[in-house]
Each structure stands twice: as C-alpha cells, then as structure tokens.
C-alpha cells in the first residue's frame, strides 16, 4: 500500500512539474501541447510503477480528460471518467451552440 501512495506522489508531482508555468509567468492555463506532455508523462510513469491500468486521454472531439481504468489482464475498460455518455451529451451541446451562433449570425 505504502508504494502505491508512494507512486501516486510521484506521479502527481511530476505531471504538475510538467504542466507548471516558470517562476516569472503570469498565471495562464496550461496548453494543449503541456496538457498532452503531462499526460504521457503520467502514462509513462504508471505504466512502469504499480499502477498500469489508469491511462490518461483527451477526447478529440470535446477537448475533455479523459480517465479510464483498464484491466489489465483483458484490455477492457472497467471505468471511464467522464463517462461515453456524458462525451456524447458534451459534443451534442456544443454542436448545438455552433449552430445557434451560426443562426443567430
């Protein structure tokens, strides 16, 4: 247990360490390209520690992390964070707010 909480630590540290601005940087989200570095980081690390079956994802369409906890011994998705169907309520929104703005334009 002490090496899973252990590896949780580092993991955590070093995704935030990834993702970090420099000391002298005003306070900005992350971008894409630090988000996707953090994120494989993050793969990396689990995958060689105790932990190989959380992976770390953004969904192309929605822009949203993904978290998805995977069996390791078949491949299948035990559990995802936000869910498919919370992915596909997220795209339809904003499929219908593109078309609002294009209507209203």
Not at 67 to 84: A, C, H, Y
């Amino acid at each position: 247990m002490v090496a899973r909480s252990e590896a949780r630590k580092t993991v955590g540290r070093a995704a935030v360490e990834s993702v970090k601005p420099p000391e002298n940087a005003a306070a900005a989200p992350p971008t894409q390209e630090a988000l996707k570095r953090a994120m494989d980081h993050a793969n990396k690390v689990l995958s060689t520690k105790v932990m190989d079956d959380l992976q770390f994802s953004v969904d192309k369409d929605t822009n949203i992390q993904v978290v998805r906890l995977i069996n390791r011994k078949s491949g299948e998705t035990v559990m995802q964070m936000p869910s498919d169907e919370m992915l596909k309520i997220a795209k339809s929104i904003d499929q219908f707010v593109g078309a609002l703005i294009q209507k209203t334009a």
